[in-house]
């Protein structure tokens, strides 16, 4: 850093620190009006919401909540969620978002590991509490979250044993008046945790300066670029990504500090989204392609007008055939590429004034891309030197990240902290290229990548070159270790009942598509090893570290 | 400040500053060919534009310039002014914008006092720093501007007795690489200096962190909430505000951020300004009424398309014959309000849901109040003894305000500062109202308002009852010391010639109209003294400090 000449400050005059508490103040502002939807059940405007984050303060206030303290959520996607957002952080304390499809084992680990104090838990999710209730060593009160209390008043007040109220009777029996105090932008706001394929699950954070940034630099994008186009004045936002997962993406923030109008859809269920999705008017969303995917072959979609529908895919890389089913039914699909470490915006579609014209089918393949560098995000390719490679839309190097809005480390974890930020430089574990024009196009994961004579080539790459190969059912291409090369590729093939394909007709299609795509001769795998059944992991993803450990002998020996 | 729980951060980690560097960052990324023009004499895309700022920063740190160093600029708002407000604050200097407006004698005072090392000065201005130069005592180094360069060659590297270079010929003859350094965001960046009716010109300042945050701020009002939309797509932007006069808003910034195409017109001369709205499609600017009433009543703005022109009308009110005026031409007109020392912006007008369908005649009342209170910008209503006053629409009080973008101070003058920044808020002299609905409405000075029984009363309000009888043409209403009710309001009139008004007749007419309008009786001056001229100060404002020193005894022995 170098030394410059600071401002003078009077003695009186103050500059604010950037709190979420000053993103909540905005929704008063210009259009407190509009509307924050939970499903059928429940509905109120900006107004009331203000008034209930502050009746959410003074309930955690009285449950012996202090600034500092953790408050951790189990809950579907719900308003009551979004006054957790703003309440428990403005209040100075820390707002742990359970991620509920965690093992039960590893909820616990997650709930001692974070310190949570007082937990707010939706009934469905009772069961898991009885689970691991004797063992969370941190935890004084727990609220019950009821969604029956919208439909039905007697429950409203119902506590089941052990909890200290429920959410709504004590919402209600609160006063509306809480002044959130100022304090410092580098306070811790919120955490979560992330798995990986070993170890525990690792707890990111963020304060509320990186949230605020965020939200900063969100705006930037989808108002001042018109990446994805919002303008609370258009539109209305429905999450279907979960709230535990990275603040569902930071956007109800963004549509907070908007005022737009939001609409949470609790558990997702088909014909409740669709059903939302239409009668409220929604116009942007996130998700998966798993959801996207149900949506887009629901038969409803076909007759129903979803024109007006921008959806964000994230969490696995949308296919070019779901994009082009999607945009045909007048969907606007877009891809967001961005991780729990990094808040998670790191790139997002944005076709700029040459693509926004292009006809649907040269358009996918820009929607397709991991997306466009996010302002503000400096991200570089790194090798295994610890160099930059250049962006060249070829080169392949690690995603490595700068920016405002990165977690700084992982709780208590000071190892795989470091590992994180080794030479200064947020970690992504992915392997991309980089065009000259700002888009950034995901090639491997960095263990998956194969290192051959000083080049890196993508096993995906590989393996989408073998998939289109007629008689080709599934493909897995691992790198192994090569003496000469330092690695080299090596493939795994499910073939089609009934084909006669060997490994040397497919190594010759192979040579011939190489060489009439220009690539280099090196994307060639050394062996390929014909078997029943690709190795999965429990969630269904190729197994490429089984693959390289168990299989390596029965490959080499080919 | 509450104590909190901060972030932890591994040692390799990092979050990098609020810095001017990051804004400029962005504009290479999504639609660096967009364009920035100087009148029709210069052209270049923002891939130039960065290099520029590189090679300007080059050539100042040949002249010596290092991080705390401050360079002055004077010119015209041109591409070089652009080059400055990022390649001088990039750098870790400190950009004197200098108000060429001020008398030689106040120039002299400001470079002086805000140590100016090196100026960069357009040959228009020569003859002040003739003036001057002597007695500047901390200037070590000249740059000479010429527009002549852009059409005439040989006039690239012509340098006056003096001066150390010609600012293309320098630009030319440097290299385009230098790698901006990290430094602590409240960096100074930028100071300026606004003159009151006595004393010494009072130098404001900002930092990176401010200025980032008003840039952001900005964003979120034109871009999200679409106050006067702006969207980098669809707009461009043309100043007709100086850029020495807070930074021509901001917006230079902002539209950089966005890689918006920007036009810079160099002096304001009607059919420059004409051509270049027409010629490159300028769809927003903003200027004070003189200028936007000259182009109003230009012949040729009948004949042209006005209809993609948004204005922002600042510096003194819009009138709503003004507003109506060029609503009726098809030009958008907007307001905003703020000052030097808010650097400018807290208020903008924002139509609203409700208020944006609403017909020319009905908007003319919203588009003439000072705006809706802008975003992060807190602003309170305050009376003599620091209290609040309620912002119910009518109740007045001084506006003072806190927010990301406030001066800390005015630079070597704490008692000033103290003052400005006295209670923890600043003090902006303006009385005014705020509705529910967060529109501000401003009344008058503080110095001006008539405090009469415990209330505050408009002497401007007074004035425009008085304005609307037949046969008054001008009039001035100030406040003097009253036994019983503290202050009473009296009247200065100017007769028209031929009418036959006395002070009853008037008095009674107002009684009349005061009754009609459920004012107040206490707005009904106690003495009205009928003058041959209002006295003004040399910008032809009433002198209402004369008015009430030196007419007082003939006022109250009316």
Chains 1, 2 share one sequence.
Not at 417 to 427: E, I, P, T, V, Y
Request: a negative charge.
């Amino acid at each position: 850093m170098v030394t410059t000449k600071l401002i003078p400050r009077t003695p009186e005059a103050v500059e604010p620190p950037l709190l979420i508490k000053s993103i909540l103040a905005q929704s008063l502002r210009y259009e407190p009006q509009r509307e924050i939807i939970y499903r059928d059940l429940f509905r109120m405007n900006y107004v009331e919401f203000n008034k209930r984050v502050r009746r959410l303060a003074n309930m955690l206030t009285g449950l012996g909540i202090a600034p500092g303290d953790t408050v951790a959520v189990l809950d579907w996607d719900s308003h009551r969620y979004l006054e957790c957002f703003f309440g428990v952080t403005s209040m100075g304390a820390v707002l742990h978002t359970v991620n509920v499809r965690l093992s039960p084992a590893q909820i616990l680990y997650t709930m001692n590991h974070a310190q949570d104090k007082v937990v707010l838990i939706h009934e469905d999710f009772l069961p898991i509490l009885t689970a691991i209730k004797d063992q969370l060593t941190t935890v004084e009160k727990y609220v019950i979250l009821y969604d029956k209390v919208y439909t039905d008043l007697n429950a409203v007040g119902q506590v089941p044993a052990g909890f200290s109220c429920e959410y709504e009777a004590a919402l209600r029996d609160e006063s509306d008046e809480y002044d959130f105090p100022d304090f410092d932008e580098n306070t811790w706001a919120t955490t979560f945790y992330t798995t990986g394929t070993t170890g525990n699950p690792k707890g990111v954070y963020f304060s509320h300066r990186q949230l605020f940034m965020h939200t900063m630099g969100l705006s930037t994008f989808v108002c001042g670029y018109q990446a994805v186009p919002f303008s609370s004045t258009a539109d209305v936002y429905m999450p279907i990504t979960p709230m535990f997962h990275v603040h569902a993406w930071g956007f109800p923030f963004l549509a907070t500090l908007l005022s737009a109008k939001q609409v949470y859809p609790g558990r997702y269920e088909p014909e409740v989204l669709l059903k939302l999705l239409l009668s409220e008017g929604v116009t942007l969303s996130h998700c998966v392609p798993t959801i996207l995917t149900m949506l887009v072959n629901s038969p409803v979609a076909k007759q129903v007008d979803l024109s007006r529908w921008k959806v964000i895919i994230g969490g696995s890389a949308l296919t070019k055939g779901l994009a082009k089913a999607a945009l045909e039914l007048g969907i606007q699909v877009y891809q967001g590429y961005g991780m729990s470490e990094t808040a998670p915006i790191m790139a997002l579609t944005q076709l700029n004034d040459t693509e926004r014209p292009l006809p649907i089918d040269e358009q996918v393949d820009y929607r397709t891309r991991a997306g466009r560098v996010a302002p503000f995000v400096d991200i570089r390719l790194m090798d295994d030197d610890g160099n930059f490679v250049p962006h060249d839309g070829h080169s392949l190097g690690e995603v490595v990240a700068r920016g405002y809005w990165m977690t700084q480390g992982y709780y208590e974890d000071p190892e795989r902290g470091a590992d994180l930020w080794k030479g200064g430089w947020l970690h992504t574990g992915d392997v991309a290229s980089v065009t000259p024009d700002n888009w950034l196009i995901i090639a491997d994961r960095t263990k998956d990548v194969v290192k051959t004579g000083g080049e890196w080539v993508s096993s995906l790459d590989i393996e989408n070159l073998l998939s289109q190969i007629d008689g080709v059912a599934e493909t897995a291409v691992v790198g192994l270790p090569d003496e000469r090369w330092g690695e080299r590729p090596h493939a795994l093939v499910v073939l089609k009942p009934g084909t006669d394909l060997t490994a040397d007709s497919i190594r010759q299609m192979l040579r011939d598509r190489i060489e009439a795509d220009h690539l280099n001769k090196w994307y060639l795998p050394d062996r390929i090893l014909f078997v029943a059944e690709i190795p999965k992991t429990s969630v269904g993803k190729i197994d490429k570290k089984r693959i390289r450990t168990d299989m390596k002998d029965q490959i080499l020996n080919t």
